[in-house]
C-alpha cells in the first residue's frame, strides 16, 4: 500500500491568513483524498482530487476555501484560505484503491488564533 | 446520503477477552469494507479490508461481513491493552472515496 508523507505536521495561524498543506506519495495513485477531523469526530471528506481535472469538492465546501492543486499522480496540496477559528481541525490526506486499502498521511493540525 | 452508523461506546472489556465491533451501512450497492484503528492523536491505520460475505481472519482480528443485513463487524481476539483505540467502520463512496463512521472507542482492561 502507498505510503504518504503529508506535511506540515502542525502549525498555528493567524485569523484571515492561509495555510497550504502538502502530500507526498511514494507511488503512482490515480486519486487522493483530503478530509477534515474535528476533535473527537469522525473524518469528513473534503474533496477527491484528481490529476488533470478539478477537484471535485463535497457539500458545504469550496474551492475559494479549500483550493486543491495535483500536479502530477504523487503529489497534492490543500490550501485552507482566510482562516478562522472554525477551522482549526486536523486535516487529513489519503490515497488507494477499494481493492487493496486507502492509507492516510500523518496529518496536520492547525490552530487558528 | 450514504451512512454508516457505529455504536460510539466507550466500549469496555478485560484483557485477553474478545471485542466485538459492529458497524451498519446504508448503500446497498457498496462494495468494499475497512477497519480502521486510530490512536489519539494519530491518523488513521488500515487493519482489515472485505470484500465479499463471510469471515475474514488476520491474526488476531475476523472481519465479519453480511451484504443482505448491511452488516460488518471486527472480531478481536485475546484483546491488549494496546488494542485501545477508536475503531472507524468505512465503506467506499461513489468517488472511490472512504465513508466513515463516527466510530467506536475501545478500552481493554489489564
Known amino acids: 500500500s502507498a505510503v504518504i508523507s503529508q506535511k506540515p505536521s502542525r502549525d498555528i495561524c493567524q485569523r484571515g491568513t492561509s495555510l497550504t498543506i502538502q502530500c507526498q506519495v511514494d507511488?503512482?495513485?490515480?486519486?487522493m483524498f483530503w478530509y477534515r477531523q474535528q476533535p473527537g469526530q469522525s473524518l469528513t471528506l473534503i474533496a477527491t482530487a484528481n490529476q488533470g481535472s478539478e477537484a471535485t469538492y463535497e457539500s458545504g465546501f469550496v474551492i475559494d476555501k479549500f483550493p486543491i492543486s495535483r500536479p502530477n499522480l504523487t503529489f497534492s496540496t490543500l490550501t485552507v484560505s482566510n482562516l478562522s477559528p472554525e477551522d482549526s481541525s486536523i486535516y487529513l490526506c489519503?490515497?488507494?484503491?477499494?481493492?487493496?486499502?486507502?492509507?492516510f498521511g500523518s496529518g496536520t493540525r492547525l490552530t487558528v488564533v | 446520503q450514504k451512512e454508516v452508523e457505529q455504536n460510539s461506546g466507550p466500549l469496555s472489556v478485560p484483557e485477553g477477552a474478545i471485542a466485538s465491533l459492529n458497524c451498519t451501512y446504508s448503500d446497498r450497492g457498496s462494495q468494499s469494507f475497512f477497519w480502521y484503528r486510530q490512536y489519539s492523536g494519530k491518523s488513521p491505520e488500515l487493519i482489515m479490508s472485505?470484500?465479499?460475505?463471510g469471515d475474514k481472519e488476520d491474526g488476531r482480528f475476523t472481519a465479519q461481513l453480511n451484504k443482505a443485513s448491511q452488516y460488518v463487524s471486527l472480531l478481536i481476539r485475546d484483546s491488549q491493552p494496546s488494542d485501545s483505540a477508536t475503531y472507524l467502520c468505512?465503506?467506499?463512496?461513489?468517488?472511490?472515496?472512504?465513508?466513515f463512521g463516527k466510530g467506536t472507542k475501545l478500552s481493554v482492561k489489564p
Open positions: 468505512a465503506v467506499t463512496g461513489s468517488q472511490g472515496n472512504l465513508i
Open positions: 489519503s490515497a488507494g484503491g477499494k481493492n487493496y486499502g486507502y492509507t
Open positions: 507511488s503512482q495513485v490515480t486519486m
Open positions: 472485505i470484500y465479499s460475505n
